[in-house]
């Protein structure tokens, strides 16, 4: 279930104009503050949710390689709480303001979960229903074009929005912001046969807003429970942002992680232990935890040293092991990227927030659910990206990872 009464970590969204999408400095820059919270009550499962989320992707993708996206629809049942991060988007003229989740994982974006749509002289309803459903959560409406806007009067004209008539699992959200592959969004509308429907993404680059068709993400790692935390970039890079230059990655041919911005890598501990050979999986911004294969994870379980919780589904070590941890290394497209000790550890001053115990040491690595040979055997979500800036590159197929100043930050 999608809900941001739980961790809802702060950003600031930027859309890069400038002509050299890769350099990004002086790039003029609109921004929009959103709100971090924790909500402390109740029963808090991460993993339980990010498995249902995984699941559902990759059914989502076997049946997209299939033709027959009906077959993606699952029936899992949903977490009350996690983690998720959102940005503030205006739908009309004038603009109602609604809170979305971004999601790379997804590309339709929706309205009227929580807060109704409202209906302005740029609102036009089109002949179609809209429909997607999600590892945990569904929606179902109406299919309206309308004026986005994404701050200081920037906006999109005529883009695609669904408008909710029926939504579960998202709790005190209004909908999603889709910034996954075009082609996620193909099968969503009926009677529509249009193959895909243009994102945002698509839409900012085709009206000349941007000059690339690109969104990047800079994230940084936080124990606190309200912060300004993040950037999301369309268009182009923020050099401030990250250090080195900028590793590009294809993406993967192994289905169904190539549906996805899916890419090839492998993982190790420390100097030589393999953990993951080479093998396919996704970047994904609406995945909370770093999940591997349940093979891997089980390789992973041994060089720790960690043993399962129960409350919190997450692997658990002892001060002394934490203390002796070794860094794992992610390999992508023949650049190691170091998730060091620090970086592998949830924020120890929110273990309470996800049900865990105040002293204790979690791992932000977590199981799959399903053994490695499935074409998904990987998510580097949230907690990896918040150690590497991404960008995620619809015209080359493409994604790219750099380290920041944060790679090597000991913040949990």
Do not use: C
């Amino acid at each position: 279930m999608f809900s941001a009464s739980s961790l809802v970590v702060t950003l600031t969204l930027a859309l890069a104009v400038a002509a050299n999408p890769l350099f990004g400095r002086d790039q003029p820059r609109v921004t929009l503050p959103i709100a971090k919270r924790v909500n402390a009550t109740g029963t808090v499962n991460l993993l339980q949710r990010d498995q249902a989320r995984a699941k559902g992707l990759k059914r989502l993708g076997a049946a997209r390689t299939g033709g027959f996206v009906s077959d993606a629809v699952i029936s899992i049942p949903a977490t009350n709480q996690l983690v998720e991060y959102t940005v503030n988007v205006g739908v009309g003229s004038p603009a109602t303001t609604y809170e979305l989740l971004i999601d790379t994982g997804s590309s339709n974006t929706w309205v009227g979960a929580n807060k109704a749509f409202v209906k302005t002289s740029t609102s036009v309803q089109t002949k179609d229903r809209v429909s997607v459903t999600y590892g945990s959560g569904d929606f179902s409406g109406n299919e309206f074009t309308d004026t986005v806007s994404l701050g200081n009067g920037l906006t999109i004209k005529s883009q695609s929005i669904g408008v909710a008539t029926r939504a579960d699992g998202f709790d005190d959200v209004d909908g999603i912001l889709g910034i996954g592959p075009v082609d996620l969004t193909t099968g969503t509308l009926n009677p529509d046969t249009r193959t895909a429907i243009p994102t945002v993404t698509d839409n900012l680059f085709s009206q000349g807003i941007i000059s690339s068709n690109l969104v990047s993400v800079s994230f940084e790692p936080t124990n606190s429970e309200s912060i300004t935390n993040g950037e999301l970039t369309f268009g182009g890079t923020d050099s401030s942002k990250f250090t080195g230059s900028i590793t590009f990655a294809p993406i993967t041919r192994t289905s169904p992680a190539s549906e996805f911005w899916g890419i090839d890598q492998t993982i190790r501990f420390g100097a030589s232990t393999s953990i993951l050979s080479s093998t396919a999986g996704i970047v994904d911004t609406g995945t909370t935890l770093t999940l591997i294969a349940s093979d891997a994870l089980a390789r992973y379980q041994r060089a720790t040293g960690a043993v399962f919780d129960n409350n919190t589904g997450l692997l658990r070590l002892t001060t002394a092991q934490f203390n002796s941890l070794q860094s794992l290394f992610f390999t992508i497209a023949g650049t190691s990227f170091e998730l060091t000790a620090n970086a592998q550890i949830w924020p120890r001053n929110l273990n309470t927030a996800i049900g865990g115990n105040a002293n204790s040491v979690y791992l932000i690595v977590g199981d799959l659910g399903s053994n490695s040979g499935e074409g998904l055997d990987f998510i580097n979500g949230m907690t990896f990206l918040e150690r590497f800036y991404s960008v995620f590159d619809t015209t080359n197929r493409r994604v790219g990872l750099a380290t920041t100043s944060f790679t090597h930050a000991t913040t949990n």
